[in-house]
C-alpha cells in the first residue's frame, strides 16, 4: 500500500480514491443522501496542505468518476465536500471551486473565524 504522500508525488491519488468509491457504489442506491468527504491523507498531520487547485482536481476526478461510473444523476445529486486543513485563509477560495461543495472542519470550527469559515460563500 503505497503511503499518502507516495500516493500524490506517483500520482496515485485518484486511483486510491475510486478504488474506494467503488466498494461504495456497490451499496449504494439513493445517491441523493450520500456525502463524500475528501480529505488528503497525504496532508494529515505533516502541517502540508492541499492547494486549491489540488483539492478541486480530486473534487472533479470524483464528479467525473460518479456521472461515468454510476450515473449523471448520481454526479448531480452527491455532495462532495473538502475536509483538508479549511480555515478563514483558504475557504473563499476553495469555496468558489465548482467540485467542492462544502467543507468538513475540524481543529478551526474551536475558532472564531469559524464564522468566516460558514459564510464563505457569500
Known amino acids: 500500500m503505497l503511503t499518502g504522500f507516495k500516493q500524490r508525488e506517483g500520482n496515485k491519488t485518484i486511483d486510491v480514491v475510486t478504488t474506494q468509491l467503488k466498494a461504495v457504489s456497490e451499496r449504494t442506491k439513493d ?11 497525504w496532508a494529515i498531520g505533516t502541517g502540508k496542505v492541499a492547494s486549491t ?3 478541486q482536481e480530486v473534487h472533479a476526478a470524483i464528479r467525473k ?32 471551486q465548482e467540485d467542492i461543495d462544502g467543507f468538513l472542519v475540524g481543529g478551526a470550527s474551536l475558532k472564531p473565524a469559524f464564522v468566516d469559515i460558514i459564510n464563505s460563500r457569500l
Do not use: F, H, M
Request: proline letters at 2%.
Open 53 to 55: 487547485e489540488q483539492a
Open 31 to 41: 445517491w441523493s443522501k450520500i456525502v463524500i468527504a475528501y480529505e488528503p491523507v
Open 65 to 96: 468518476w460518479l456521472s461515468s461510473t454510476v450515473s449523471q444523476e448520481a454526479s448531480d445529486a452527491t455532495r462532495i465536500i473538502y475536509g483538508g486543513s479549511v480555515s478563514e485563509k483558504n475557504c473563499k477560495e476553495l469555496a468558489k
